[in-house]
């Protein structure tokens, strides 16, 4: 296990759905970073997940923290992600290398029928404005993520004691 409570992530340069690319384990630009990790286009809990992030985007925005959303998915499934789920603010990387999930903790799944051969499972990761890691929750399969509204009060919090 490399994830650890006031260390920096591991550094990993991903594709963001319209062209930007992103690199995480550098200090996130402009304040907190959310990472949130889905298990990819074929999973029917991720798209109302992550568009109750969405709905809380500016929210987010307004304490100086961005959310982005990643998978395994290529491009072409991550677009599909996009545009099934109606995306179309939030931040949707792709193509995290699954050789790279032991770095990262997360748990692998063998997939079957509809699914990829091998896709993560949802993970959350809440980065410092510093690059370090504030808060992590790691799933062993879909059920029992964090709620996004609960991530957006620790945020709150956050920001709050730091202005204190």
Same mark, same amino acid.
């Given at each position: 296990? #490399? %994830?650890?409570?006031?260390? *920096?992530?591991?550094? =990993?340069? /991903?594709?963001?759905?319209? &062209?930007?690319?992103? #690199? %995480?384990?550098?200090?996130? *630009?402009?304040?907190? =970073?959310? /990472?949130?990790?889905?298990? &990819?286009?074929?999973?029917?809990?991720?798209?109302?997940?992550?568009?109750?992030?969405?709905? /809380?985007?500016?929210?987010?925005?307004?304490?100086?923290?961005?959310?982005?959303?990643?998978?395994?998915?290529?491009?072409?499934?991550?677009?599909?992600?996009?545009?099934?789920?109606?995306?179309?603010?939030?931040?949707?990387?792709?193509?995290?290398?699954?050789?790279?999930?032991?770095?990262?903790?997360?748990?692998?799944?063998?997939?079957?029928?509809?699914?990829?051969?091998?896709?993560?499972?949802?993970?959350?990761?809440?980065?410092?404005?510093?690059?370090?890691?504030?808060?992590?929750?790691?799933?062993?399969?879909?059920?029992?993520?964090?709620?996004?509204?609960?991530?957006?009060?620790?945020?709150?919090?956050?920001?709050?004691?730091?202005?204190?």
């Amino acid at each position: 296990m #490399t %994830i650890k409570t006031g260390l *920096p992530l591991p550094r =990993l340069e /991903l594709p963001i759905v319209g &062209g930007e690319r992103r #690199t %995480i384990g550098d200090p996130p *630009p402009g304040g907190f =970073l959310i /990472l949130t990790f889905y298990r &990819g286009a074929h999973c029917r809990r991720c798209g109302p997940y992550l568009n109750i992030f969405q709905s /809380l985007l500016p929210k987010f925005h307004a304490l100086g923290a961005e959310v982005i959303a990643v998978s395994a998915d290529d491009r072409a499934r991550a677009e599909e992600s996009v545009e099934k789920w109606g995306l179309t603010d939030l931040n949707v990387a792709y193509d995290f290398p699954l050789a790279k999930a032991d770095e990262w903790d997360l748990y692998v799944t063998e997939g079957v029928g509809h699914q990829p051969p091998l896709f993560s499972e949802p993970a959350l990761f809440i980065v410092w404005p510093d690059g370090k890691l504030d808060h992590g929750i790691i799933n062993t399969a879909q059920r029992l993520r964090p709620e996004p509204s609960a991530v957006l009060e620790h945020i709150e919090d956050r920001v709050s004691d730091k202005a204190a």
